[in-house]
């Protein structure tokens, strides 16, 4: 009876530690908190240029991943893109802003 009680905590052990470990993050992919924040982030930048009126934000898109945003799609003017990068570099929580936005 000692040995099946031992031999039962031992696997609920490893089964915890296997769940752990398989929500850590490493180098190329984000625990569950980080992608959490990232979400968080990514939702923030949107919402910030979706107020800009100047901006045609529904064609720029958002991509956040360990607080580096990425922004990609059209504009019309460099100007235009000059702005959502300022705009997202305000955002808290943003670490750097990489800007693939291309110029129509």
Same mark, same amino acid.
């Given at each position: 009876?000692?040995? #099946? &009680? +031992?031999?039962?905590?031992?696997?609920? /052990?490893?089964?915890?530690? !296997?769940?752990?470990?398989?929500?850590?993050? @490493?180098?190329?992919?984000?625990?569950?908190?980080?992608?959490?924040?990232?979400?968080?982030?990514?939702?923030?930048?949107?919402?910030?240029?979706?107020?800009?009126?100047? #901006? &045609? +934000?529904?064609?720029?898109?958002?991509? /956040?991943?360990?607080?580096? !945003?990425?922004?990609?799609?059209?504009?019309? @003017?460099?100007?235009?893109?000059?702005?959502?990068?300022?705009?997202?570099?305000?955002?808290?929580?943003?670490?750097?802003?990489?800007?693939?936005?291309?110029?129509?």
């Amino acid at each position: 009876m000692k040995l #099946l &009680k +031992s031999i039962t905590a031992l696997a609920v /052990t490893a089964m915890l530690a !296997v769940v752990v470990t398989a929500c850590a993050p @490493t180098a190329k992919t984000e625990g569950t908190g980080g992608y959490i924040d990232d979400t968080v982030i990514t939702t923030k930048v949107k919402a910030e240029l979706l107020k800009d009126d100047n #901006l &045609k +934000s529904r064609e720029i898109n958002v991509e /956040t991943f360990k607080g580096r !945003v990425q922004l990609s799609g059209f504009v019309s @003017t460099r100007a235009e893109a000059g702005r959502a990068v300022i705009i997202t570099r305000g955002v808290k929580g943003v670490r750097s802003v990489e800007n693939d936005i291309s110029i129509k």
